[in-house]
């Protein structure tokens, strides 16, 4: 049965989290389940907050070292990226509820809790890890919105600040301080689990974007990945073009402060060559499997 994924993006004043302090295990837990010693996996509390299965635990690492260090080595990477300071990373492991992990959240007190389930479905895909690199970078883009006050789009749903935060993750994997991929055919396996996570309830609150929008918007960060640019550079001249991909149609998608774009000749002139092509799988002309072939950077 295919999982439905929600990434979260959550505001600080509805949580109630655990720490260290308060923690009580419950016995049998710190007895009979392996996963719960494990010594690459410390415990850091049995109770996470509402957005989390009741059963679910906070956990300082991963299944191995190796997984661990790899989330670790990629979150450090997206704040070294942007100038940033490393967020806290916690994971969230539920046993007898796996499936309420097929997730991963960002906050607004500053830190990303990653689920187990999502994490090894996710690692699944490709050899190189890649799918979970973009989803953490896309939580990443979340802090950046966070910080930057961002995006400069607002919207009654959430799709603006999902597709921002898609755009981020783009950038994220073509940067050779990113995950360095140069080649956009070289993503295939992550930019195909943003579509997935696409939804069409463009009515609903929660409505994330459309599978056809979401590939749009990765692609779109991932070609202005060869720029450096600021967060809130990023997200002027992310906005400036997807909003010329909508051909002006969608007036919801337009930054709500013109004055914060600053034309470049180069970015322009690069993202028109490629602005065809873009309005084309927005439309959807260029299909799922003609996109996984385009590898023109």
């Not at 996963?35 to 300082?60: G, H, I, Q, R």
């Not at 950038?171 to 992550?190: E, H």
Request: aromatic share 12%; proline share 4%.
């Amino acid at each position: 049965m295919k999982k439905k994924i929600i990434l979260l993006l959550l505001t600080g004043v509805l949580l109630t989290s655990c720490n260290r302090e308060n923690e009580t295990i419950a016995p049998e837990q710190s007895v009979t389940d392996e996963a719960f010693m494990a010594p690459t996996s410390e415990l850091l509390c049995n109770y996470v907050d509402s957005y989390w299965p009741f059963s679910a635990v906070l956990k300082s690492g991963l299944k191995t070292v190796a997984d661990t260090n790899f989330m670790l080595s990629e979150i450090k990477k997206n704040a070294s990226l942007w100038g940033e300071i490393t967020p806290p990373l916690k994971f969230v492991y539920a046993p007898r509820d796996p499936e309420g992990t097929y997730n991963a959240a960002s906050y607004a007190d500053g830190k990303i809790y990653y689920g187990y389930e999502i994490y090894y479905d996710a690692k699944s895909k490709s050899a190189d890890n890649i799918v979970n690199a973009m989803i953490l970078a896309h939580e990443y883009g979340h802090q950046l919105q966070y910080k930057y006050a961002l995006p400069s789009v607002k919207e009654e749903t959430v799709r603006s600040t999902d597709l921002e935060a898609d755009g981020f993750a783009g950038y994220y994997l073509r940067k050779p301080a990113g995950f360095n991929k140069s080649n956009f055919s070289q993503i295939a396996a992550a930019y195909e689990f943003a579509a997935a996570i696409g939804d069409n309830q463009i009515t609903s609150k929660g409505h994330h974007g459309t599978p056809a929008q979401r590939r749009t918007a990765v692609r779109l960060g991932f070609l202005l990945g060869e720029f450096t640019l600021t967060a809130k550079d990023f997200d002027s001249q992310f906005f400036h073009y997807y909003s010329s991909v909508l051909n002006g149609t969608d007036p919801d998608l337009t930054p709500s402060s013109a004055s914060t774009f600053k034309f470049n000749q180069e970015i322009d002139r690069k993202i028109q060559a490629h602005m065809s092509e873009l309005k084309d799988i927005y439309t959807e002309k260029i299909s799922a499997e003609q996109f996984k072939t385009i590898n023109t950077n």
